[in-house]
């Protein structure tokens, strides 16, 4: 199972709320079959803990550490929000959310890392009118 495919990928998306966003979010991890239902809770007590928001408008929504058993298969979700949505006073215009089997996590977020801290490539996502401009961003992982 691919950790990221174009079906994984929703572009124009545009939430009205934080929770909302991370809703769609883990929705799409949901019903690709990545989580069970309740990783989604998960994912919001995660953002309740602490923010997801990692600076150049991209948040990385994922669940708590107790929520490994939710967790089929190691999957990422992207939702692009061109216009924006606030997290706590700070705009988020891509959430990719992560769900990692084992430890997997850390290498899935070591190398997002990697391409979101060049400024150029998070220009891309936001601009984006193509799942495939996302999916090459992200080979790397894939």
Do not use: W
Not at 46 to 63: D, K, Q, W
């Amino acid at each position: 199972m691919s950790i990221l495919t174009k079906e994984n990928i929703v572009l124009g998306a545009a939430p009205a709320t934080k929770e909302e966003a991370i809703e769609q979010t883990g929705s799409i991890l949901v019903e690709k079959g990545y989580v069970s239902p309740g990783y989604i809770e998960k994912m919001k007590e995660r953002e309740a803990l602490t923010s997801t928001y990692m600076g150049n408008f991209v948040a990385i929504p994922h669940g708590t550490e107790d929520s490994k058993k939710e967790v089929k298969h190691s999957g990422i979700s992207i939702v692009q929000v061109p216009e924006g949505v606030d997290f706590d006073g700070n705009e988020v215009k891509v959430l990719i959310g992560i769900a990692g089997k084992d430890n997997e996590h850390l290498e899935i977020l070591s190398q997002i890392a990697i391409v979101c801290s060049e400024e150029e490539n998070i220009e891309k996502m936001v601009s984006a009118s193509s799942p495939e401009e996302l999916l090459s961003l992200f080979e790397e992982i894939v």
